[in-house]
Nanobody, 123 residues
């Protein structure tokens, strides 16, 4: 069972930046960031595949967010720039230990989740 520990959330003004980190206790086929705003469903933000470094993003964050990883440290990052109030949410790190046919943005693809870190963007 892979354990995930997130850090880096906080409060910023619109246009600001934050970087989230997620440390995994072991190998994962892929990892992803999800977010859930109050009263809304959890949505996939970005994912990265451990062996290839291939990344995918939700349309809402393309060009503003960058997902990356340090494979030697089993750590994943989410650099968030040009933040908007609509980015306000609890952000979760998720791990997919092995391949599944689920789309990367489906929470069903992931069996391990972090505790979440709050990101608040004020206008």
């Amino acid at each position: 069972q892979v354990q995930l520990v997130e850090s880096g959330g906080g409060s910023v003004q619109a246009g600001g930046s934050l970087r989230l980190s997620c440390v995994a206790s072991g190998y994962t086929y892929s990892t992803a960031w999800f977010r859930q705003a109050a009263g809304k469903e959890r949505e996939g933000v970005a994912t990265i595949y451990f062996d290839t470094g291939i990344t995918y993003y939700a349309d809402s964050v393309k060009g503003r967010f960058t997902i990356s990883q340090d494979t030697a440290k089993n750590t994943m990052y989410l650099q968030m720039n040009s933040l908007k109030p609509e980015d306000t949410a609890m952000y979760f790190c998720a791990a997919r230990p092995r391949y599944t046919s689920d789309h990367w943005s489906s929470s069903r693809a992931y069996s391990n989740w972090g505790q979440g870190t709050q990101v608040t963007v004020s206008a």
